[in-house]
């Protein structure tokens, strides 16, 4: 091969190789910012859980004023009815905790079926290196700096599939926390608003009580 040729391929090999380094690097903050955001959706998601626990407190207490508030404006019963049937709560940790362990299961196969995808990988690198002797003999034609450039241009493509699929399963769980962040939102919503009702009619309560 002439010399002139050989200038040619590294060239080529070496502003491939300039790509990819870029790309990898690009791929990584993709990555990371979308880790971040994750981890801020997360963040969200405790924050409404906290505000969850504060409307099923501020829910209660209404519901116990309402039925003071109609015991003190004497109708009957209404102490045996408040003594005999306590407002129910959602059992929102045990909830958490099935999500938990549902988001682990799926975790788990999601690691199994990745670790089967690798040995497939492996199984496939190796049936190729078997059958790779032209391709070897080939490669010794190339200087010792060629073959490192290319073996860094493997490394960073296997990098960036490695990421892009880390990037797909973070998008997966980001769709799934909003998903469930927004039916978090909708049962706040409901709680607010039924609160506001049962303030609205205690206040009505305190002023008939009054006049």
Known sequence: MEESQLDYIQKITQE???????????????????IETLNKLY???????????DLVSIEDNSKKSGWLLKSMDGIIGMTKHLFSKEPTQKNDNKLNEIENKKSKEKKKEKEKEKEKEIEK?????KEIKDESIYQEIERS????????????????????SDLINGIKEISILQGEEIEKQNKKIDNLTEKVD???????SN???INKILN
Request: net charge negative; aromatic share 2%; hydrophobic share 25%.
């Open 16 to 34: 491939s190789l300039e790509s990819t380094r870029k790309t990898l690097s690009l791929t990584n903050e993709t990555n990371q910012i979308g």
């Open 43 to 53: 963040l969200q998601g405790e924050q409404l859980n906290k505000i969850n626990e």
């Open 121 to 125: 990988e492996k199984l496939k690198k």
């Open 141 to 160: 034609l190339f200087s010792q700096e060629m073959c490192d450039m290319m073996d860094e241009q493997d490394e960073n493509l296997n990098q960036i």
């Open 194 to 200: 039924r609160s506001n009702e049962t303030t609205k």
């Open 203 to 205: 206040n009505q309560k």
